[in-house]
């Protein structure tokens, strides 16, 4: 795990993880007040970017979970 300015990454190892882990980690991102979230596991990553509107936005796929889904959730507060 990283932090930089508002930069938040984090390398999950071993097995893949379930959808529960990565919204935990992209949770604790947002809480640090990183604007920049990167997760990654092996050769698949998920981005979420907080835009200058105050909206979250996702891209990438880490197996079956969509970056842009999980920022959808993570914005409506359903995650």
């Known amino acids: 795990m990283m932090i930089m300015?508002?930069?938040f990454d984090y390398g999950f190892e071993g097995r893949c993880p379930s959808e529960a882990q990565v919204t935990k980690i992209a949770k604790i991102g947002m809480k640090?007040?990183?604007t920049h979230l990167s997760m990654w596991w092996g050769e698949n990553g998920i981005e979420i970017v907080k835009a200058g509107n105050g909206q979250w936005?996702?891209?990438g796929w880490i197996r079956r979970i969509s970056g842009q889904n999980l920022a959808h959730k993570l914005q409506l507060g359903k995650a």
Do not use: T
């Open 5 to 7: 300015e508002n930069e």
């Open 32 to 34: 640090s007040g990183a």
């Open 57 to 59: 936005y996702g891209s």
